[in-house]
């Protein structure tokens, strides 16, 4: 969650949590959830997970049986106290929840930045206990030490007066994106959206904007702000539908404009859209729920059903009406292009837009008929609005006649083809849906079995988590490859590629911060590792990072680009002496052993459970097997059936291509 989405599910919550009382306080893994009881109103569950989200939760969970020592010393402090206040720290990702009475309170301080912690504060703000203990440059999390809330990142947007916009970027040297993250303390999705109701390309190097670009960007700005100001409307989970099933993509509290051409899934409340974003994860569902969650998940199919039947027809709708608009454009070819000439001839011999409308309302008048065409005309986005035979149709003054009928014709063609991918995608999801079996799970009895896991929406890419918590993806094939620069990698990213044909492109998602040179050695590792040095048995490698900007999938003029790869422009930032080397591990939680994989130093930080692998002469599917029973020697005996039924298939997809040996790291 970023810190807007902090501030807007506050209200949510606090209409619950104010003066409820905690009844009890339950730990999975790193899962809190504070079971709270409001007289009058009856019982909720508050989540908290730090690093990532805090929302009210619906799902129920079958509580440990041991709780943990944190859980334990939690709950002797706030048991069956009432919480008397819950705020955000300033515009930061740092919810402080009072607990208490008048005569003595404490402070349960969430954190959800970075690697997330949660501590527990007595009446003067001394940490009493924390989930995690470190010293950092300007602060230390330890016992008995002050609490400081950390610095202040950036300005915050709403107490910004929008008129000093172009002091406050035009010295950067960076993408807009990665400015307005930087220096408006926004996370780089918001910044992405700020771009597009601007009408801007998110990758443009801010100095670069001219005095009506950063107009344009103010209005994009205020747009943004007055969306935050009027709160959540629509809450709902982005789909991503386009490859071999649906997956969560994102959650937004209201709507994006860019994912105008995705399906959705709305909810009444914000909540309810991060509880079914997240789900069940590192938790283990009581027996006598299961009938309850698999009519949950059916009902969920359902609505997922249903919204891609309105996808598809809107599609439909949309396919119609540009095919209808091409043809439009071509039947009244002449009085358009005299309409285009006439204003690209007065924009050339320098005539103000002022005065072009002032014309345009005189032709009016006058009763010429071009004119009467002429409903809006918006000089920001190079834009004219006519109106023929009822319809309007919206052109770019800066193509000619065909161009523009050209455009609509291609978005015609664009939007049925999403619309074939659509039905296929509905026939799956009914696939899915008749595959649940409410009379085979009333049978079910106690089996220790492990439950199908819904896997994250980056694991069809190559994946790893950075020592420093980064998420890093690679692609797995030219599709995947081409697939995870246009659509995935945002204008705050790192893209890196070993220095050598036959690699991943790999890319480092970057949400505020960027990396240490830490995280880009390992992401540099991992693309040497998956490329072809692998196969050909090499030892090291080198690989190079860039910012998104200078990647681009157009050829200079008169060359050519196979489909697939990319042109750098400008300086490669080169990581040498890369070993060829990989970690294989798992990381338990509670129901799950979940395969990874990545360099060493990355795997070590996130488990204690691994394995190293090095390029070699044993095929695969043995290598796999070895993989698997070296891991279970490693793991607590209580947790050896989890790694022994894991697919070969999913530890298979975490290795490159050729053989391989296991050996000492």
Not at 159 to 178: F, G, Q, W
Not at 194 to 213: P, R
Not at 447 to 471: M, Q
Request: aromatic share 8%; charged share 30%.
């Amino acid at each position: 969650m970023s810190n807007s989405d902090i501030r807007l599910i506050l209200p949510e919550i606090t209409r619950i949590a104010n003066g409820a009382f905690i009844k009890n306080v339950y730990q999975y893994s790193e899962v809190f959830v504070l079971k709270l009881y409001q007289p009058g109103l009856g019982t909720y569950q508050l989540l908290i997970e730090p690093g990532k989200r805090v929302h009210l939760t619906e799902f129920r969970r079958k509580a440990p049986r041991i709780p943990p020592q944190f859980c334990t010393v939690l709950r002797k402090y706030v048991r069956d106290r009432r919480i008397l206040s819950i705020q955000q720290h300033e515009l930061d990702r740092i919810i402080t929840i009072e607990i208490g009475d008048e005569d003595e309170s404490h402070k349960l301080v969430a954190e959800l930045f970075g690697r997330g912690n949660l501590l527990l504060l007595d009446n003067d703000d001394i940490i009493f206990t924390a989930l995690h203990y470190k010293k950092m440059r300007d602060r230390d999390i330890i016992p008995k030490a002050k609490y400081e809330f950390p610095p202040q990142r950036g300005l915050d947007i709403l107490d910004l007066d929008t008129e000093d916009l172009e002091s406050i970027i035009l010295d950067s040297n960076a993408n807009l994106v990665r400015t307005l993250a930087s220096r408006l303390n926004l996370d780089s999705l918001s910044c992405e959206e700020i771009c597009k109701l601007a009408d801007i390309e998110s990758k443009t190097k801010a100095s670069s904007l001219n005095e009506e670009k950063v107009n344009d960007l103010r209005i994009g700005l205020e747009r943004f702000i007055d969306k935050l100001r009027a709160g959540i409307s629509d809450p709902r989970v982005i789909i991503d539908d386009e490859d071999d099933e649906s997956i969560y993509l994102s959650f937004v509290p209201f709507e994006y404009e860019i994912y105008d051409d995705m399906p959705s899934e709305t909810f009444e409340t914000y909540s309810q859209a991060l509880d079914e974003y997240f789900g069940l994860s590192g938790v283990e569902e009581e027996q006598e729920e299961i009938l309850d969650a698999a009519e949950k998940e059916r009902k969920r199919l359902q609505r997922i059903i249903e919204k891609q039947q309105e996808s598809i027809e809107r599609l439909e709708r949309r396919a119609e009406v540009l095919r209808s608009e091409g043809e439009m454009i071509y039947s009244h070819f002449q009085i358009i292009q005299e309409i285009l000439s006439t204003i690209a001839k007065a924009r050339s011999d320098g005539i103000s837009w002022n005065e072009i409308l002032s014309r345009i309302e005189k032709g009016k008048k006058q009763g010429i008929e071009s004119t009467q065409l002429i409903k809006e005309i918006i000089p920001s986005q190079a834009k004219i609005v006519l109106e023929i035979n009822g319809t309007m149709i919206e052109l770019d003054i800066r193509k000619s006649v065909q161009d523009n009928a050209a455009l609509a014709y291609e978005a015609a063609k664009k939007a049925e083809h999403k619309t074939k991918g659509a039905k296929k995608q509905i026939e799956k999801t009914k696939t899915k849906l008749e595959e649940i079996d409410i009379d085979e799970l009333e049978l079910e009895t106690e089996v220790r079995a492990v439950k199908i896991r819904k896997k994250k929406w980056y694991e069809k890419f190559r994946w790893f988590k950075s020592s420093e918590g980064y998420l890093v993806l690679g692609g797995r094939d030219a599709r995947t490859n081409e697939q995870l620069a246009k659509r995935h990698m945002t204008a705050n990213d790192i893209f890196l590629h070993a220095a050598l044909h036959g690699a991943p492109y790999t890319i480092i998602k970057v949400l505020d911060d960027p990396p240490s040179d830490i995280t880009l050695r390992e992401a540099a590792q991992f693309a040497v590792t998956f490329s072809r040095a692998w196969q050909e048995g090499l030892t090291s490698g080198e690989a190079y990072w860039v910012n998104p900007e200078q990647v681009s999938f157009s050829p200079p003029t008169g060359e050519y680009l196979p489909s697939g790869a990319v042109m750098i422009y400008g300086e490669k930032n080169y990581i040498t002496r890369l070993p060829l080397e990989l970690c294989v591990g798992v990381t338990l939680e509670e129901e799950y052993a979940i395969p990874i994989s990545g360099p060493p130093s990355a795997v070590s930080s996130n488990t204690d459970y691994y394995v190293g692998v090095f390029p070699g002469q044993i095929k695969k599917g043995q290598l796999v097997k070895d993989i698997r029973n070296a891991l279970i020697k490693k793991i607590p005996e209580e947790f050896g059936y989890l790694v022994a039924q894991i697919p070969q298939e999913d530890i298979m997809r975490l290795l490159p291509s050729g053989g391989g040996r296991i050996g000492e790291l």
